[in-house]
């Protein structure tokens, strides 16, 4: 079965750091997502990704947040200047036009 | 806007018995519905989903729920409980394909031998 990739599976980052976080979207899928979960809370959405631009984001994407899928295969999420609260699991997912919303195994960031 | 609501954040069940968890939904078009299982330091699981087809839906691990538009709910059940499906269920909306998800908090699913 095809599945989202994501890597790495955990990092750890000095407060400040940029983080580039990477995930490898099923290839037919249309739409791309991320989402971060804090220890212990929701699943809150982050972003969505649609025909090289994105199409929603959440009030948590603020301007330290960027998305990008610089080839056909990767979809990135980076952090330019990671703060405490930024530590959380951070999800990608991907998409189809009839509802097939796969996710990935997740990247845990801990901000140090 | 879409939400879900998910009645109790913690279920205790013994093995062997009836596994329910409650969602409700709002939604100011007809909704798509989604229930998923996060084990321990994983990702989201798929268990199943409603797109208005059949009101019943039937996922994996024995598990179905039941779209009830007069009652604005998603009720996940699973007749008879595994130690197994301890873990994290999220209920989730979407209002079109290509839309974000939106997530209930979580109900976190207790297995007592």
């Known amino acids: 079965e095809p599945e989202v990739t994501q890597t790495p599976s955990h990092q750890v980052t000095q407060m400040g750091q940029e983080v580039i976080l990477r995930c490898v979207p099923i290839?037919?899928?249309?739409?791309f997502y991320w989402y971060r979960q804090i220890l212990g809370q929701k699943v809150e959405f982050l972003v969505s990704f649609y025909n090289n631009e994105i199409s929603e984001k959440s009030e948590i994407f603020d301007d330290q947040f960027s998305v990008e899928r610089p080839d056909g295969s990767n979809f990135t999420l980076k952090i330019r200047s990671t703060k405490l609260e930024d530590s959380a699991m951070y999800f990608c997912a991907s998409s189809t036009v009839d509802y097939g919303y796969t996710f990935g195994s997740g990247t845990r960031l801990t901000v140090v | 806007a879409q939400s879900v609501t998910q009645l109790g954040s913690h279920v205790s069940v013994s093995e062997g018995a009836l596994v329910l968890l409650r969602c409700n939904y709002s939604?100011?078009?007809?909704?798509?519905l989604f229930w998923y299982v996060q084990y321990p330091n994983q990702g989201l699981q798929l268990l199943l989903k409603?797109?208005?087809?059949?009101?019943l839906v039937k996922g994996i691990n024995g598990f179905e729920a039941e779209f009830k538009k007069s009652e604005t709910s998603f009720h996940l059940t699973k007749p008879s409980a595994h130690m197994s499906d301890a873990a994290e269920y999220f209920c989730a909306v979407v209002k079109a394909a290509g839309n974000k998800l939106t997530f209930g908090g979580g109900t976190r699913v207790l297995v007592k031998p």
């Open positions: 409603y797109t208005s087809a059949a009101t």
């Open positions: 290839s037919n899928h249309l739409y």
């Open positions: 939604s100011s078009v007809p909704p798509y």
